[in-house]
């Protein structure tokens, strides 16, 4: 088990090229948001990349391991992860903001909400917010069929929509940080204690960084 936050800012090794291939600044899931699909990465050259997670070895090390960099695109499909969008019961009532997203493997298993914890079995539908079923019986839903643009890529993730996970990050602006953040080549971008500003903001969207920014300013 980890958490996706835990992974977030990582930076990914793969050992047959002896290359950092990045830094991962963000995870896609599939539709029903069951499993991860891809890691995004964000390499020196600030050029945006996809990684199938399953390629991913260990996720509790200072780097994480892959074995080569095979996979690696500059498209993908799916959903973003949804940490600091809001959750719903299926009666409307607001459970609060997504903090973090269990897995196992590449399997999603749980959604931290505040201090509260909910199955992926409890999740009926997700878009720019999650709908949980919260142990009551689930309405059940009939699925919308949605016409395909012609010339879209089967792999390919529409920039910047993404399903409406895109959250603007102005809500940071005058919060403390808990920590500080660093670059992938170990530059700061804003230190334990300093107050985000815009700069702080557009500095940690060129790293790769903004999540990991947002779980850490309080």
Do not use: W
Request: proline fraction near 4%; include cysteine; charge should be neutral.
């Amino acid at each position: 088990m980890y958490k996706v936050s835990d992974l977030l800012g990582k930076p990914i090794l793969a050992l047959s090229e002896a290359q950092i291939l990045g830094t991962i600044s963000n995870i896609c899931f599939d539709e029903k948001m069951a499993k991860g699909t891809f890691v995004m990465l964000y390499n020196k050259d600030d050029d945006l990349r996809f990684l199938p997670l399953s390629k991913l070895m260990n996720f509790d090390s200072d780097a994480v391991v892959v074995k080569n960099a095979d996979g690696l695109a500059e498209n993908a499909d799916g959903l973003v992860n949804p940490i600091n969008s809001y959750a719903f019961d299926q009666n409307g009532r607001s459970l609060g903001a997504i903090s973090d997203i269990i897995m196992d493997g590449t399997k999603v298993d749980s959604f931290a909400v505040g201090e509260k914890t909910f199955p992926a079995s409890d999740l009926i539908s997700a878009g720019s917010v999650l709908v949980f079923a919260c142990g009551e019986k689930p309405i059940k839903l009939r699925p919308v069929s949605v016409k395909k643009e012609r010339g879209v890529r089967k792999q390919e993730i529409r920039l910047p929509k993404r399903t409406g996970f895109a959250p603007s990050y102005d809500f940071l602006l005058g919060k403390k940080l808990q920590r500080t953040i660093l670059a992938l080549d170990g530059k700061i971008i804003a230190r334990e204690g300093e107050k985000v500003t815009d700069s702080i903001i557009e500095t940690a969207k060129h790293e790769g960084k903004l999540v990991i920014l947002a779980l850490n300013a309080l």
